[in-house]
Every structure is written in C-alpha cells, then in structure tokens.
C-alpha cells in the first residue's frame, strides 16, 4: 500500500507543476516556437521512473486543454492527446536509458527526450496551428514543417536538455542516489 501511495503522491505533484508552470508561462509554453519550461521535469523521470511518467503526461493534457481554452477559445485534441503521448514516451525512453548507472547514459535519455517530443510535437504542430509553407529563418528559408520542427527542437534543448538535466542531477545529488 505505501509504494501505491508514494507513486499516486509522485504522479499527483508533477501533474500539478507541469500543469501550473505551462499555464502560468502560456505565452512561452505554445505556439510553434515555444520554450516549455514544464519540460525541464521530464528528466525526472530517470529517478522516479513511472510514476513520473504518468503525472507529466496528465499534467500536460490538462496544461494543453487549460491552455487551448485560455489562448485559443478552445482546446485541440490533437493538442491534448498528442502532447500527452509525447511525453509519457519520452518519459518511459529516458527511464529505461538513464536509470543505468552514468552521467553519460543520463545526458543520453535526456536527449531522447528531446527528440521524441521534438518529432511529435513539431510534426503535428505545424498542422495543428495553419501555419505558412514557409518561414524566412536568419535569411534561411526553411518550409514551414521544417521551421516548426526546429523551433520545437531549440526550445526543448533548452528547457530538457539544459534546465531539465541540471533539475535531474541537482536532485539526484540532493537525495543522495549514487551510481551503481
């Protein structure tokens, strides 16, 4: 009964956070060129495995669905759905990488991360929001799929792979969890 009750309380706080942090920064958490600074939990899914899987997959749906109403006048399903899917995917890759011994292996799921909701967000993204066929970039002119997968891509290396795996080994060393 104590592990079920430690892993609802894990899931129940992250959901919250993750939820909390994309809706009170909206304005940097949507769109196609977005710096979701909720994402820089992800990573803590190396350490709390599956339960925090599950709590920033909810916290998501219900940050999208909030945020579609808020933003928008109204959510997407896509949105909900495919954002929620993308995150219990990167979450449950990066525990099976990172939970193995190695800073290495760690930085390596955190990178997964960012690819998996990179190409899941930023394919339906594009679609999702009417974007133009095209977008003039640094005088690059990238079609537009391409421009939203790439903002997607800088903007989850930033708050994964930058905020989120300093999050990661700042509580790894907080709780006192060594390499085996």
Do not use: H
Not at 50 to 74: D, E, H, K, T, W
Not at 98 to 110: I, L, N
Not at 125 to 135: A, K
Not at 167 to 179: F, G, M, N, S
């Amino acid at each position: 009964m104590e592990g079920r009750t430690k892993s609802l309380a894990v899931s129940s706080v992250l959901a919250s956070l993750y939820a909390v942090l994309v809706v009170t920064l909206a304005p940097l958490s949507f769109l196609p060129f977005q710096i979701r600074v909720a994402d820089a939990l992800l990573p803590l899914s190396i350490i709390l495995g599956m339960p925090a899987a599950y709590g920033l997959s909810i916290g998501c749906a219900v940050a999208n669905y909030a945020g579609g109403l808020i933003l928008f006048g109204g959510a997407s399903i896509i949105d909900v759905t495919g954002g929620a899917l993308a995150n219990f995917l990167a979450c449950y890759l990066a525990w099976l990488i990172g939970r193995r011994s190695g800073v290495k292996r760690r930085f390596a799921a955190t990178l997964i991360q960012t690819a998996t909701i990179t190409l899941i967000v930023g394919g339906y993204l594009w679609v999702l929001v009417g974007m133009p066929s095209s977008y003039n970039i640094f005088g690059l002119d990238l079609p537009g799929p391409l421009a939203v997968i790439l903002g997607v891509a800088i903007g989850s290396v930033i708050a994964i792979n930058i905020m989120g795996f300093t999050l990661e080994e700042a509580v790894r060393k907080a709780l006192y969890i060594t390499d085996k």
